[in-house]
């Protein structure tokens, strides 16, 4: 690839389901008929789909590799195809093209590569997403693809590999962030009997799409960490399960698995541990309380999803009463690489407490929206600022951003005074949000806090699964006092009552949904209390 | 019990043949789910249940064309409920009223993750990015 001689003129577009909204169908039918059409000389380009190319705001994307260089452009439309043909087929940057003004016009599309937002990226669960064609095995087998389960199979034992993953202080990227070779170890301990395991793609936190990403743009990748997790285990059976809102993710994965089971790289034993793992899908049906770990076992096995209590942990009891290993999409993604560099050297990124990359995915008010990978322990403003942009037009030192919602409906907003915390999962606990699973979403002076934090409360009402009654009364209680308090018919007393009433919700519910369901209210309560108090009636009751 | 199968139970795929059985019929009618029940032996109150617990399952035949709004976080900061309103009014049908108005209706739907192009319409099953109103 490094080899610019000999390395071929190709275009890499990007076709995840973002780009796709954002008409990547369109230029890639252009960029088809006119290769197809021929014309010009020299060799022709060829045209790669390939996953998640990281700027979503700017998409369709493209990335026009060159003689051993890359360049991207944004926003592409089948109009400027021929003129970025032209430049494919012949040299970048010459002088004559400067002059040209369908080639300055190409110009304006280009999007600098040293920016922030691409140079302080640290790809290791992305590093080939956006680079192998998501539907082309052999082009993963030649990205590296299945190379770490075959090593570890030929030279690991299954208690080394798990020593391996606890040596790195990987912790699940799913949300609790419970160290995973600990979990490992919990499950391959367990009295002799069948072992399963799980990969949790239910992603529903609402500005989540690592997963996505992940499922869309590399799908061996997650197959290799699935089979490599099974192994270190003692499983040879195992569900992904993913959420039904992601058809091309559901339809690359499960191209994926056939392909593997195909060649064999997956479903045969091995020859010298006989290890055979066999993976299977299961499609959510809209739930969001299904990515909870005990209702996502409930939905596999065909039922309600609906959450029972723990313990037994699934890595105890779980599915069919066995030992069960759930993992997060982007935890089992981390694998190959990690155990590429080995554990000491994955322990030696981010902060020792919580070390490793980490896959944000930046929407709402920024600039450049879409997929980071950074380093555990990088600042909120390092993010949403520098990398991101911070609000469009904003002005200030905090780049107009009020706040950063973190964590979905299960997390918090953080003001733009402590836009200087480190990233991780305890830092952000303290402050009274939580990491989560990954989405930032930025919030510029227009949104209210109330608001916001009612939305979420009528999310959660809406997601309960109505088994215990803290969650499923607390929720609608609470989103209608929030409702009276927008509607400013709430007195101090109604603030008071919906602090009490969110304080028993979040301690007695029996499942994560209720207890953290009033997150996002607390913590605006606790950084922006003046919203509240500001649309409080007076409290003399004979005035309203 | 199939041989391969190295757990005691084998899950249930009552989830699947109900996708399965919507992707055919639009909905799933009570005739279908007291079908499902008898072919997987299974009690019709637990069908119901399942097939009334997940938000995708419908329980009533949908209009032929039908459009969805993101409400997810981002969609919601870049204006998803004046693109409803706006929306609701050119269609001229109530949000989130499956009947509509018989050839359209529209719902609210939950994040797609294409978060980086808020706010997101869904269009017939295809989502796309739409101007914020
Ligand atoms: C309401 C709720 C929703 C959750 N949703 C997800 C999800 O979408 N994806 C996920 O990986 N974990 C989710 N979790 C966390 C899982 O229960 C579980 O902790 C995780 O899948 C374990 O994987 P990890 O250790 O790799 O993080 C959710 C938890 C709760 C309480």
Redesign the pocket.
Known sequence: MRDGETAPVQLRLCDASGCRAAGAGALAAALGAALEGGGGQGPRPRLKPVGCLRLCSHGPLLALDHGGASALYGGLTAEQVPTLLAIACNHPGGHDGDRDPRRRALEAHRLDSHHPFFALQHPLVLETCGLVDPTDLDDALAHGAYRQLQRLLATATPAQVRAEVRRSGLR???????P?GL?WDTVALQPPAPRLVVA??????PGAFM?RSVLEGDPHRLLEGLAIAAYAVGARHGYIYVRAEYPLAIERLLRAVVQAMERGLLGQADPATGFAFVPELRVGAGA??C???TA?LASIAGGRGIPRQRPPFPAQAGLAGCPTL????E?LAALPALLRMGGEAYAAIGPAACPGTKVFSVSGSVVRTGLVEVPMGISLRTVVQTMAGGVPGGIGADGGIKAVQTGGP?GGCLPAALLDTPIDYEGLRALGSSLG?GGLVVLDHSCAMPELARHFMAFCAGESCGKCIPCRAGTVQLADLLERLMQRRATAADLDLIEQLAAVVQRTSL???GQ?APNPLVSTLRHFRHEYSERLLPDEPWLS | MAPETPFPQPPGRLIEVLHQRQQQHGHLSRTTLAMVAQELRLPPAHVYGVASFYHLFRLTPPTPHRCGICFGTACLLRGAAALAAAQAQRLGVRLDDPAGDGLWSLETVSCLGACGLAPVLVMDGVPRRAEAP
């Open positions: 699940g990227r799913g949300g609790a962030g419970y995973t979990k949790n793609g239910d992603e529903g936190d997963d969001y309380v990515g909870e770990e996502l759930i993992n997060n999409i935890t299960s699973s499942c994560g949904l953290t």
